[in-house]
């Protein structure tokens, strides 16, 4: 499985951005995929998740913000963000993981994109 991500960009304060991410390679039912940030000093954290129930899951700081949905073919994850504040500051990363317990820790996940950058000024 290869994941390419895209959309990053800069944007003021209360604009929004749509990342995408294209994914390549075999995705069964059993995998949960989403997003995660890493802000600058800080560590890799969890934004948004779809579980392998297709159930979303959002971290307290995007929620009502952030949105994360996929294509029924399961080729591209997107993730629509509004009202963006300079805190969205991060390098956005998609990841895919089998059978994830804790959808939001980074542990979970075992394939990664290289990111994309996300500024909000």
């Known amino acids: 499985v290869q994941l390419v991500e895209s959309g990053g960009g800069s944007v003021q304060a209360g604009g929004s951005l749509r990342l995408s991410c294209s994914v390549s390679g075999f995705i069964s039912n059993a995998y949960c995929m989403g997003w995660f940030r890493q802000r600058p000093g800080n560590e890799r954290e969890g934004v948004a998740i779809?579980?392998?129930?297709?159930?979303?899951w959002y971290a307290d700081s995007v929620k009502g913000r952030f949105t994360i949905s996929r294509d029924s073919a399961k080729t591209t994850l997107f993730l629509e963000m509004n009202s963006l504040k300079p805190d969205d500051t991060a390098m956005y990363y998609c990841a895919a993981g089998v059978d994830c317990a804790n959808v939001l820790s980074p542990s979970e996940y075992d394939t990664w994109g290289q990111g994309t950058q996300v500024t909000v000024s």
């Open positions: 779809l579980d392998a129930d297709v159930k979303d």
